[in-house]
């Protein structure tokens, strides 16, 4: 492992030239661009030991709400699993997590808060003694001192306390907090993870998200303020989801033909990538309990494939289907997102530490935007989003190798796709929310993990990566994400002249 970490420093400093190390017996090494895979060339900064990288990105199966695996599983006991991955998979220690910001929309804020804190208690954090103690080596006195010596995750723990003195245990260390940007909850869970890394308020944290459809149902304000009569835009935030859906279609002309085949070709990618085995890299399987509902008999179960794919979904049944929103409408069950329960984390940390850990690089956070965007259509946010995002990496759009546009309904994801122009085979390649399911928090947290996966298997012919959505009361957010080991052939260093 030392020889690994040496290695990858000297590629480090290979990457970072400085004028200090130019000599005149070797080629000056200095930064330029990249030809990794098939991506227009890309400028990388010097420095770039301070990227943000992703590290792991896991998330549980998704599962139809009130009908699905999860229909009787606590929100606590769904998200614990996936911190646990992270942290399990990669031998970080929990202790050094800075902090944990998970997605969550529909609960009530502070009953989700306390959920979440139960989860990351389950889940082994916060590194807190009782926890370290099960790692105990070794204990012994010495000099009047007691000695406790613990590995756990094969870091060493040491604590040390006088005889004389009062026997205190070592505090808690890692907090959490939830985040409610609606449909891009775990997306921006994640970017103000990464946000806070770059700030250098930690080094290493956790973006997660979470929902439970089954407890926490869709539902309007109870009671309006009379001032929005007066203000149509803040009257159009009221909007429920499906109208606005409608609105887009009529506005854009986007056809009921078009949204039923969208939705076909959703189910098929997704039924083709779970065939052929692509999201068990992704997939964290979920030990729990179902509940019979004619029996009431409890049974044991482990969840991990997504239950809402329908293979079979063709354009004739699609085409019976009756408007759900209006009634002379073309949005329909079929044709919009899922009700869904899951939940999803990602680990992401400073470059350079990462690789001091010796740890694989599965993404770079390159970039992250949110835009306001008419509530009245609130779905074509990624439309507006995603050049945004895209410009602020230095980027164009056709320099984005993948696309990951979450389905809330494809009267907008068709929007969306046909008005920037995009290629369908870069888009949504394992299929999406109508075939997958739209867990509103989860969902920015899945898309990276679903993302990177596909990166990862593509190889140098996916570099960079965009994951965007719409979101309620009208806007949009995007992600620029870049495959972690473009850079391991120093196809960003050119010999230069003296």
């Known amino acids: 492992m030392e020889k690994a970490i040496n290695r990858q420093k000297v590629l480090l400093a290979h990457l970072q030239p400085s004028s200090q190390s130019q000599t005149r017996e070797s080629p000056i090494l200095s930064a330029s661009t990249c030809g990794a895979g098939d991506s227009a060339?890309?400028?990388?900064?010097?420095?770039?030991?301070?990227?943000?990288?992703?590290?792991?990105a896991y998330r549980t199966a998704i599962c139809k709400s009130k009908r699905g695996g999860f229909k009787d599983t606590h929100p606590d006991d769904l998200l614990a699993p996936v911190l646990k991955a992270?942290?399990?998979?990669?031998?970080?220690?929990?202790?050094?997590v800075g902090d944990i910001v998970v997605g969550t929309v529909l609960?009530?804020?502070?009953?989700?808060?306390?959920?979440?804190?139960?989860?990351?208690?389950?889940?082994?954090?916060?590194?807190?003694?009782?926890?370290?103690?099960h790692h105990l080596l070794i204990i012994f006195p010495q000099n009047n001192r007691i000695f406790l010596v613990c590995a756990p995750r094969m870091n060493l723990h040491i604590f040390c306390w006088n005889y004389s003195?009062?026997?205190?245990?070592?505090?808690d260390t890692v907090p959490i907090r939830t985040v409610n940007r609606q449909c891009s909850s775990g997306l921006q869970a994640v970017a103000d993870v990464a946000g806070s890394i770059?700030?250098?308020?930690?080094?290493?944290?956790?973006?997660?998200?979470?929902?439970?459809?089954t407890i926490d149902n869709i539902r309007g304000a109870k009671k309006y303020n009379p001032r929005i009569e007066s203000f149509v835009q803040a009257r159009d935030c009221l909007l429920p989801m499906g109208?606005?859906?409608?609105?887009?279609?009529?506005?854009?002309?986007?056809?009921?033909?078009?949204?039923?085949?969208?939705?076909?070709?959703?189910?098929?990618?997704?039924?083709?990538?779970?065939?052929?085995?692509?999201?068990?890299?992704?997939?964290?399987p979920v030990s729990t309990k179902i509940l019979d509902p004619k029996t009431g008999k409890e049974m044991s179960v482990m969840i991990s494939v997504d239950d809402g794919i329908r293979p079979n979904t063709n354009i004739a049944d699609l085409s019976k289907l009756k408007p759900a929103f209006k009634k002379d409408g073309s949005t329909t069950a079929g044709n919009a997102s899922q009700v869904s329960d899951g939940a999803g984390a990602v680990l992401l940390m400073k470059r350079s530490l990462a690789v001091q850990k010796g740890l694989p690089i599965l993404g770079v956070f390159r970039s992250f935007a949110a835009v306001g965007v008419d509530p009245a259509v609130m779905g074509i946010g990624p439309a507006v989003a995603i050049p945004a995002a895209?410009?602020?990496?230095?980027?164009?759009?056709?320099?984005?190798?993948?696309?990951?546009?979450?389905?809330a309904f494809a009267s907008q994801f068709v929007y969306c796709r046909k008005k920037l122009e995009l290629d369908p085979e870069k888009v949504n390649v394992n299929g999406g929310a109508m075939a997958l399911g739209h867990p509103l928090g989860a969902t920015g947290a899945r898309c990276v993990a679903t993302l990177l996966h596909e990166m990862k298997r593509r190889g140098r012919d996916a570099r960079f990566g965009v994951i965007s959505m719409c979101i309620g009361s009208g806007m949009g957010a995007a992600a620029v994400l870049e495959r972690g080991d473009c850079v391991d052939e120093l196809n960003n260093a050119r010999s230069v002249g003296n």
Do not use: W
């Open 41 to 56: 060339a890309y400028q990388r900064a010097a420095a770039f030991g301070d990227d943000v990288v992703i590290v792991a």
């Open 86 to 96: 992270v942290i399990d998979k990669t031998n970080v220690d929990p202790s050094e």
């Open 107 to 133: 609960a009530p804020g502070s009953q989700r808060a306390i959920e979440c804190r139960m989860a990351a208690f389950y889940a082994g954090f916060p590194g807190n003694f009782a926890a370290i103690l």
């Open 165 to 171: 003195s009062r026997f205190v245990i070592p505090p």
């Open 198 to 213: 770059k700030a250098g308020f930690y080094d290493i944290g956790i973006g997660a998200g979470l929902e439970c459809m």
């Open 243 to 284: 109208l606005t859906s409608e609105n887009v279609a009529q506005r854009y002309g986007v056809t009921r033909l078009e949204q039923d085949q969208a939705a076909v070709d959703s189910h098929q990618k997704a039924a083709a990538a779970t065939v052929a085995g692509k999201f068990k890299d992704e997939i964290i």
């Open 390 to 407: 895209v410009k602020a990496a230095g980027l164009e759009l056709a320099d984005i190798d993948l696309f990951e546009i979450n389905e």
